[in-house]
């Protein structure tokens, strides 16, 4: 067997690196991952999204100030319809993120009992605002609005969570405007970490349309950060131990705390854990958040691993300024070639 595609700290990289973004990833992978050593005597790395998405934002930073030369700020509209603690704090977090890169952010609250059409009304004028570039309803809305049409009522142009099926298709045809925030995040994340997925057997449990599927999407495309060959799980899998026992990356995105433990994993398996789960417990906060994996077992037997918090949760957030920002040079036709992303970069057939 030739050399393993994931375990890649040496192996030659099969992209062709330019521009200001990628550059980063390499020195991100040199300050951001903890290594441990597991019960195998291998060394388990531990990336630290944190880290990691700080400097990617340190990046974005030049495409704000392309911008800027222009006389183009970015913004970024956000739009709640709910009581939510949990997404009232996701929103939060965006617009400080949003303030922290020099990017406007605007909000506009929806009483969760009004009708429909005030937030179909809502996203119509954010849609004609030359001042917004993108547009983000925090999901989940309440049950009498149609979710689906909620997505499709942002404009593709400024759908910066790339759910709308415009953007949905474009990104399965190779071709994507915007990546969704998460999955892209993940992609990023695998890149610092020098994990090379050409050819690796991956396996991503859950299929959602906010993560499971674009990951999958983005895994298997004929692009740098792609060209793995993808199994994707969930929750009427027959034998998930067995699909996981198989994977050199293993996405967990089901929304089960620890489902997959150390057991279920091959010996040097790179695993990403999208999962957050409360554990209700005696604690001030009452709860303590837990991923999909649990950590210490599948730490024992993985040779990267992401942590839950830390691990993917910051780095949603920094795609979604690189959306943003993406948006605003589209629209106003700037280019911003600090936002070289992985897929625009060539691969060998
Ligand atoms: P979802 O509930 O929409 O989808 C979960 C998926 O997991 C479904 O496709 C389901 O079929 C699958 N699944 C459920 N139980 C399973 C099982 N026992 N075995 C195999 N598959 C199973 O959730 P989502 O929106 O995709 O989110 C998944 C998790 O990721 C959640 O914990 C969520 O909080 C988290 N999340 C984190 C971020 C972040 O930025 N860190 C972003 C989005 C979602």
Do not use: W
């Amino acid at each position: 067997m030739g050399m393993h595609p994931v375990c890649s700290a040496d192996a030659p990289r099969s992209s062709t690196r330019r521009g200001g973004l990628p550059a980063a990833y390499v020195a991100a992978g040199g300050r951001a991952i903890n290594c441990k050593r597991g019960v195998q005597g291998a060394m388990t790395r531990v990336l630290d999204g944190n880290a990691v998405g700080q400097t990617i934002r340190e990046d974005l930073e030049t495409g704000v100030e392309t911008l800027a030369d222009a006389g183009v700020t970015p913004g970024l509209a956000t739009v709640l319809m709910s009581d939510d603690d949990a997404s009232e704090t996701y929103v939060r977090m965006k617009h400080r993120a949003c303030a922290d890169l020099g990017i406007e952010s605007i909000h506009r609250e929806i009483d969760p009992t009004d009708a429909p059409e005030t937030l179909f009304d809502t996203v119509s004028a954010l849609n004609e605002d030359s001042a917004v570039n993108g547009i983000l309803v925090q999901m989940p809305v309440p049950d009498h609005v149609d979710k689906t049409r909620v997505l499709r009522s942002i404009t593709p142009e400024k759908d910066v969570d790339a759910f709308h099926p415009e953007n949905v298709g474009r990104l399965v045809a190779g071709d994507a405007r915007f990546k969704p925030c998460t999955p892209h995040g993940v992609q990023q994340l695998l890149a610092a970490a020098d994990v090379d997925t050409s050819g690796a057997d991956a396996v991503v449990v859950g299929r959602s349309d906010i993560v499971g599927k674009p990951m999958a999407n983005l895994l298997i495309q004929k692009a740098v950060g792609g060209n793995a060959t993808v199994t994707v799980c969930h929750s009427r899998t027959a034998d998930l131990a067995s699909k996981v026992g198989q994977a050199d990356i293993v996405i967990a995105a089901a929304g089960v705390a620890e489902l997959i433990d150390g057991s279920m994993l091959k010996e040097g398996a790179v695993v990403v854990d999208v999962g957050v789960n409360r554990i209700e417990d005696d604690s001030e906060r009452g709860y303590t958040l837990v991923g999909d994996v649990e950590f210490e077992s599948a730490r024992e037997k993985a040779s990267v691993i992401t942590p839950v918090p830390g691990g993917v949760g910051p780095m949603t957030i920094t795609m979604l300024l690189y959306n943003t920002i993406k948006a605003a040079g589209l629209q106003a036709g700037v280019d911003l070639p600090a936002l070289a992303d992985l897929a625009d970069l060539e691969v060998s057939a």
